[in-house]
């Protein structure tokens, strides 16, 4: 029985193994597509999203950047890993690589596999944490709100410079009132009486 055996010996030793590994996901973060066969894939997935939830913890974490390199056998790899492929899966919660199965090799009928570095931006199905899922359920629900309120909300300083305009305006109409009462109003007086004459 193989208890507390994980992953696949691939019919190799464990140097040639732990080599093979290192040469694929090097290669895989490099072109982010490869062909291989199924088992290598399934092992290679998660050697990988190791590298990538390393490249998450940013450019300035020297500590990550030397684990990367002890997988990862170039240089200007570690340094895409940390400037490019971090940043873009920043908001994924994991699932960094997919593996799509393709036809069999006609040589040995071996099964292959395609995998690939995911490149779509994260969905409401892709978040499993529940705190990923509450974020994105306030930020759709702020939506409408924003939609329907059409007029901007006035500041307490913007109703206070409108009283004042508002003041100023009745003071300028008082002002105008009185310089009208002071002057006679006969004229005005006069028309209708000599409309009736």
């Known amino acids: 029985m193989r208890h507390r055996h994980k992953g696949r ?49 940013g450019e300035d974490d020297l500590s990550a950047r030397r684990q990367a390199l002890r997988v990862i056998r170039s240089k200007k790899i570690v340094a895409k890993l940390f400037s490019e492929l971090g940043p873009r899966y920043a908001d994924r919660p994991g699932g960094y690589t997919r593996i799509v199965k393709v036809e069999n090799r006609r040589g040995d009928g071996a099964h292959l596999s395609i995998i690939a570095m995911v490149k779509e931006p994260v969905t409401f199905k892709d978040m499993k944490h529940k705190r990923a899922r509450l ?14 309120e059409k007029e901007p909300v006035e500041t307490p300083e ?40």
């Not at 759709?140 to 329907?148: F, G, S, Y």
């Not at 109409?173 to 004229?187: H, M, N, R, T, W």
């Open 9 to 57: 010996k691939l019919n190799r030793t464990p140097s040639h193994r732990k080599a093979l590994l290192r040469n694929m996901v090097t290669a895989l973060l490099d072109l982010e597509q490869i062909e291989t066969t199924d088992a290598k894939a399934k092992e290679l997935r998660s050697l990988t999203e190791r590298m990538v939830t390393l490249g998450k913890r």
């Open 135 to 148: 974020d994105e359920e306030a930020k759709l629900a702020e939506e409408p709100e924003r939609a329907v």
């Open 158 to 197: 913007e109703v206070e410079a409108v009283e004042v305009e508002e003041a100023a305006a009745e003071e300028a109409a008082a002002d105008k009132g009185e310089a009208v009462a002071d002057e006679p109003e006969a004229p005005a007086d006069e028309e209708p009486e000599k409309k009736e004459d």
